[in-house]
C-alpha cells in the first residue's frame, strides 16, 4: 500500500544558501502523512476530536540531496508495521524533473487515547490485515 502527493517548492521555504531549509522537509513529509489518511477517509482533525491522537515518536532522514526554489517534488508514503503499538512511514522525496531521490526517511508513530495511552485504532489494523 502505497501513496505519493505532488508538491512544489516555494521561495520562502529557501534558505540563504539557495536550497529548502533542512526544516521544510519536515512539512513535507508531514503533509503527505496527512494526506495519506485523507486517501482512507480518515482526516487528522476528526481523529483528535474522537481522542484518537497519532503521535510522531521518531522521524529519521538520510538527506541525498537539496530542493531548491520552484521544484515540482513528489512524496511517497508507504506504512510498514513495527510492532504492536508501533507502526512506520517509510517515505521519500523525489525531484520530478530527473526523478533523483532527494530525501529517504523513516517516521515511527503510535497512537494515543485521551488519557495519552498507546492503543491500536482499528483503522490501523485493517491497513496490515488488507495488506498482509
Not at 508531514?30 to 483528535?48: S, V
Not at 538520510?62 to 506504512?79: G, I
Request: net charge neutral; charged share 25%; glycine share 4%.
Amino acid at each position: 500500500m502505497s501513496f505519493t502527493v505532488e508538491m512544489q517548492v516555494r521561495d520562502y521555504e529557501c534558505d540563504l544558501q539557495g536550497i529548502v531549509n533542512n526544516s521544510v522537509y519536515f512539512n513535507y513529509l508531514e503533509h503527505a502523512r496527512h494526506q495519506f489518511l485523507k486517501t482512507r477517509n480518515l482526516d487528522f482533525a476528526q481523529l483528535a476530536a474522537q481522542k484518537i491522537n497519532l503521535v510522531l515518536t521518531r522521524c529519521e532522514i538520510d538527506y541525498k540531496s537539496s530542493l531548491r526554489p520552484s521544484d515540482v517534488f513528489t512524496v511517497s508514503v508507504e506504512p510498514e508495521r513495527i510492532s504492536r503499538l508501533k507502526i512506520g512511514f517509510r517515505q521519500r522525496i523525489h525531484c520530478k524533473a530527473d526523478n533523483q531521490l532527494m530525501i529517504d526517511a523513516f517516521a515511527t508513530v503510535t497512537s494515543v487515547n485521551g488519557r495519552g495511552r498507546p492503543f491500536v485504532p482499528d483503522f490501523i489494523e485493517d491497513w496490515f490485515s488488507v495488506a498482509g
